[in-house]
């Protein structure tokens, strides 16, 4: 597998980029040397003056024929996911299929959402006045993607950005980087003007050049939340959206369709091999309902196949590394000694680590309070609602979380209580659409992702009035 050349030249050592499941290498990338950020801001520059200048319909056409060429290519980007972020390839196809959602969605965007009519003439004063406000570009906005969801989360942030006129300077994770080069590839090969869209690869010092630029007006960025704060830090004046993790609760009462309840538990928990930002960390029973859902929870994990994620038969993958898959091993091991009950997992070999459920978590563990990011799941008893949506509102990161109950007051009671961007009722925490607004509340978000509310978030109103008096 091999990279695009960059346009600049570097010194630097090229980033080597292996399997996460045999530690193979995949290929190498041209990495950035941040002294190069005078001529990346200057290609940015020129593709910023080229996008506002696309035709609405240009833009759209551009986005729906790279969606049609992924459709085409939909096995080779799916294998390109497994081999580089370690999903398995049913995962990978579903983010293929994702991905290609969300170029049509940011299609669709270009053409309807360019601004409102303004009634001026509802406010006394302004009656002898008419207008409108359109939907401007910022101009240039530098994106920084995460390891596990390496084109779609690209696509989440491209094509919104391309429809609202804008050039992007792209950080894609070092480690799954060719997902991204193949989505800039196709969008260029359906008409996208080369220097619309930069790419660049390397470290913090490079990420500390492409935030802090003064001609760059948003920064846009999906990862953790230390380097979140790092950035707002570092960024100066300019829009930020982040989306920097959660730690999901699910609540099953004791009216759930069981069933439906365990299936979508167990799934949301281990999708990706939980690195998920909105998978489900911690489920929250009532108590009457406990054991049985414990011990199904349990049984169904079991069942669970780990291991090489090119085979169709695999359920749950590698982790990015075999160092993120010890850091999970040692996170657990912690909330074992501090009191936790083992029910099922801990098994690490090399970076796979096996479907974990431990019960009995004290919630001043990590395992409670932040993010896991792995295949890990706490399960925890509840007697009354407000006891579960308490729980459940402990940590201070929050993007999804779930409730399972045939109580439509009691859904939404938790809907509105529970401190939450999304409450998916009957559905495990994981559930996304990428049409609806995604992000967090506390510390879990800064903006909204979601194709219209990501396009709205890079474009700017600009109002335009008549006083009709005047004659042209």
Not at 162 to 167: D, K
Not at 267 to 277: D, P
Request: aromatic share 6%; with cysteine.
């Amino acid at each position: 597998m091999t990279a695009a050349k960059l346009h600049v030249t570097t010194s630097l050592a090229p980033i080597t980029v292996h399997s996460p499941y045999d530690g193979s290498v995949l290929g190498t990338i041209d990495a950035t040397d941040a002294s190069e950020i005078g001529e990346l801001i200057a290609r940015a520059r020129r593709g910023a003056e080229l996008s506002r200048n696309l035709p609405r319909h240009k833009r759209a056409s551009i986005l729906e024929g790279a969606a049609q060429l992924i459709e085409r290519r939909r096995d080779v980007f799916a294998e390109t996911i497994v081999r580089e972020a370690g999903k398995t390839i049913v995962q990978a196809r579903k983010e293929v299929l994702r991905c290609i959602n969300t170029l049509k969605l940011s299609a669709e965007e270009a053409k309807r959402n360019a601004g409102e009519i303004v009634p001026f003439d509802a406010y006394t004063g302004s009656e002898q006045r008419q207008g409108w406000f359109t939907r401007e570009p910022l101009g240039i906005i530098t994106a920084i993607t995460p390891y596990n969801d390496p084109l779609n989360l690209v696509a989440h942030k491209l094509g919104p950005a391309i429809a609202g006129g804008n050039a992007v300077l792209l950080k894609p994770s070092n480690l799954t980087p060719f997902s991204a080069i193949r989505l800039v590839e196709v969008l260029v090969e359906a008409g996208l003007p080369k220097e619309i869209i930069t790419t660049a690869h390397g470290d913090r010092e490079l990420v500390t050049a492409l935030i802090s630029e003064r001609d760059v007006r948003m920064v846009s960025f999906t990862g953790g939340f230390a380097t979140g704060e790092a950035i707002s830090r570092k960024a100066g004046l300019k829009k930020l959206a982040m989306e920097l993790g959660g730690n999901a609760p699910v609540i099953v009462m004791d009216d759930c369709d069981f069933d439906m309840a365990v299936e979508g538990c167990v799934s949301g928990a281990f999708w990706a091999a939980g690195q998920n930002c909105i998978g489900a960390q911690r489920v929250l029973i009532q108590a009457g309902l406990y054991e049985r859902f414990r011990d199904a929870s349990v049984a169904a994990t079991k069942k669970l196949k780990a291991g090489d994620p090119l085979l169709e038969g695999t359920d749950v993958g590698p982790m990015i590394s075999k160092e993120v898959a010890e850091r999970t091993e040692a996170a657990v091991n912690e909330a074992i000694v501090a009191g936790a009950k083992l029910l099922c997992g801990h098994k690490r070999e090399g970076s796979l680590y096996h479907p974990t459920v431990l019960e009995g978590t004290p919630t001043t563990c990590r395992l409670w309070q932040e993010e896991v990011f792995a295949p890990v799941v706490v399960l925890a008893p509840f007697e009354t609602l407000d006891e579960a949506i308490e729980m459940a509102n402990d940590p201070d990161y929050s993007l999804h979380a779930g409730i399972f109950t045939s109580n439509l007051n009691v859904a939404l009671e938790a809907a509105n209580r529970i401190e939450a961007g999304g409450v998916m009722i009957n559905d495990s925490s994981d559930y996304r659409f990428d049409a609806m607004p995604f992000g967090g509340f506390k510390y879990g978000s800064m903006g909204r992702e979601g194709v219209r509310f990501a396009y709205e978030e890079m474009t700017q109103p600009k109002v335009v009035c008549i006083n009709r008096p005047y004659r042209f």
